[in-house]
């Protein structure tokens, strides 16, 4: 199980990443529908979500099945990719390995689609003086640079970056969803990142390509994490009292 989550980092399907990179376009599109309000918007989010996750989550369970039986015909692949590629031929050979290539190109150009918008939607917002075409030209011609190296090595140098960034991103989801705990405090957030970023940077470093392997700092990630958060919340409630006393004193 810890080394699926972990393998699970190597990839945007995960939750926080995608989440934050897809949840810009996906809101965009709601209100493109003319809904406007803010219940109505989550809720609409909501309804999208569990759909998407019921239907990821039976391919998924698919896939793991496949993998899992394939191995009684191939060694373990270097990637997924080369699996999904024998176990294509294995069972309807030919015809097999060309719809295998089309639906990845189908699925992965709508992936691709998502991502190049949603990065180039939230950098022109904070760029407005950099047009959104150009920011889309840019995000298009390096993607398609960086998709030349082959999967494997894209992996490789990928998951240093993705094991710094995960445990910041699940820090801020956790609060953002127990933020109205705290009334949206930005200690509580500064803290829980101070606290996070730590085992994160070391995580990543462990994660460089000439040593790709499971570390012990997930767990160091998550009690810092925890441990920030406490801390934070801490002084939010201290803060609240010294308020309330203020008040009181002046009333």
């Not at 097999?96 to 991502?115: R, S």
Request: net charge positive; with cysteine; charged share 10%.
């Amino acid at each position: 199980m810890t080394n699926g989550f972990l393998q699970g980092y190597n990839t945007l399907d995960a939750l926080a990443l995608a989440a934050l990179a897809f949840g810009i376009t996906v809101v965009t599109a709601i209100k493109g529908f003319k809904v406007k309000e803010g219940k109505e918007t989550s809720l609409a989010l909501a309804k999208t979500g569990a759909i998407g996750f019921a239907g990821i989550a039976i391919i998924y369970l698919i896939l793991v099945a496949l993998g899992a039986g394939s191995l009684h015909y191939f060694k373990l692949s270097e990637n997924g990719g080369i699996a999904f590629a024998q176990i294509a031929h294995h069972y309807l050979d030919t015809f097999g390995e060309a719809l295998l290539a089309t639906l990845a190109t189908i699925t992965c150009m709508f992936t691709a689609i998502g991502l190049v918008v949603a990065f180039a939607q939230d950098f022109h917002k904070r760029f407005p003086k950099i047009s959104y075409r150009t920011f889309l030209t840019f995000n298009c011609l390096f993607s398609f640079a960086i998709a030349n190296f082959g999967l494997t090595t894209i992996i490789a140098w990928s998951t240093p970056v993705l094991m710094f960034l995960y445990p910041l991103a699940i820090a801020l989801i956790f609060c953002g969803l127990i933020s109205k705990f705290f009334n949206n405090d930005p200690a509580v957030y500064k803290f829980a990142v101070y606290f996070t970023i730590i085992p994160a940077l070391f995580d990543g470093l462990n994660a460089a390509p000439s040593i790709i392997s499971n570390t012990a700092f997930a767990k160091a990630a998550l009690t810092f994490g925890i441990a920030g958060y406490l801390l934070g919340l801490g002084i939010h409630l201290y803060k609240s009292k010294a308020s309330s006393q203020a008040v009181e004193l002046a009333d």
